[in-house]
């Protein structure tokens, strides 16, 4: 008999990456944003990423950061973790945007690496460590080597799990396993941050995901994670398998921030898909396809 799993959940288990709504005209709708919290909190996820890349952090400012914390937090804070994103290659910048985020009552910090400006690796750790110190909110630290063009080396991610309030890896770099021997190795929780290896991380021994494709499914990353703690991995692996279309839908051309708009959009979660320059939104033909997906999944009726 297979004995159920339970890792550490220190960031809950299934959290969603949230979008941040604008108006048409491309200010931030906290309404809207409250809305959309309140829905996904409603599917089952217990955890919430804000001002995170799916939130367009790049082009967001520390005022509307801190007012989307704040209400979001006042609205779902006692129902779901609130994970602030706290992401900047300008180390004192995003020192700045954690304590906003504490302030404004989150109750934990995603940390990214820095990016563009390619640091080396004791840069790296002394950014982290110095953002993680701004607050005593703990921490999760973020690996997407794809958009920072930096990598956490395996002698870096040991050091920064010896800190007290680093407790977790959310991992995007496709690398199962590597995540799962420093999972093993250090002790440090990790959460899938490609919701394509959703199902491969859990079955590794994940604690959870961030997924941006969770503004449709979170439901079912409920399920699949309550499937791989029981230890019915033929389950989970079902339900992966169900989500296949839909994971194409959101994520196969790359730009998961517009997708999830459009797709919150026509769920009637939002009033306005608008992101901001430099992202677009998508063109008629992917939205008649997203569309098109949603319909056939049964997400929204025909």
């Known amino acids: ?55 367009e ?7 509307e950061k801190d007012a989307l914390v704040s209400a979001v937090v006042d609205a779902v804070g006692d129902r779901v973790m609130i994970i602030g994103g706290a992401g900047s290659n300008d180390t004192a910048h995003a020192v700045r945007i954690a ?40 921490v999760m630290v973020y690996d997407i080597p794809g958009r920072t063009g930096v990598r956490l080396e395996e002698a870096t991610l ?4 010896e800190h007290p309030q680093i407790l ?25 941050g490609d919701d394509a290896l959703n199902f491969a991380w859990l079955a590794h021994g994940a604690s959870g995901v961030v997924s941006v494709v969770g503004h449709v499914a979170a439901a ?30 959101l994520m196969g051309t790359g730009q998961g921030a517009v997708m999830s708009k459009h ?3 026509l769920l009637g979660r939002i009033p306005d898909p608008t992101v901001r320059l430099p992202l677009v939104a998508a063109t008629e033909d992917e939205v008649a396809e997203l569309r098109a997906v949603l319909e056939a999944e049964g997400y929204l009726g025909s």
Do not use: W
């Not at 890792?7 to 309404?31: H, K, L, N, Q």
């Not at 699949?224 to 839909?246: S, T, W, Y």
């Open 158 to 161: 040991d050091r920064l799990a």
């Open 220 to 249: 079912s990353y409920v399920e699949m994670v309550r499937e791989v703690d029981a230890g019915d991995l033929p389950g989970a692996r079902a339900v992966a398998a169900r989500l296949k279309p839909v994971v194409a839908a």
């Open 57 to 63: 952090s790049p082009t967001t400012h520390q005022p």
């Open 99 to 138: 304590e906003g985020a504490a302030r404004s009552g989150a109750q934990g910090l995603l940390v990214v690496a820095p990016y563009y400006n390619r640091p080396s690796q004791e840069g790296v750790y002394q950014h982290i460590v110095a953002v993680t110190e701004a607050t005593d909110l703990p």
């Open 168 to 192: 977790a890896v959310k991992d995007a770099t496709g690398d199962v396993p590597a995540g799962f021997e420093t999972m093993s190795r250090t002790g440090l929780e990790y959460y899938s």
């Open 1 to 55: 008999m297979t004995m159920p799993y339970h890792p550490s959940r220190s960031f809950g288990s299934v959290s969603v990456a949230m979008a941040t709504p604008f108006t048409a005209d491309g200010e931030i709708d906290v309404d809207s944003a409250v809305a959309l919290a309140t829905a996904l909190v409603d599917d089952g996820c217990d955890a919430l990423v804000l001002n995170g890349t799916t939130g």
């Open 263 to 265: 797709a919150s959009h």
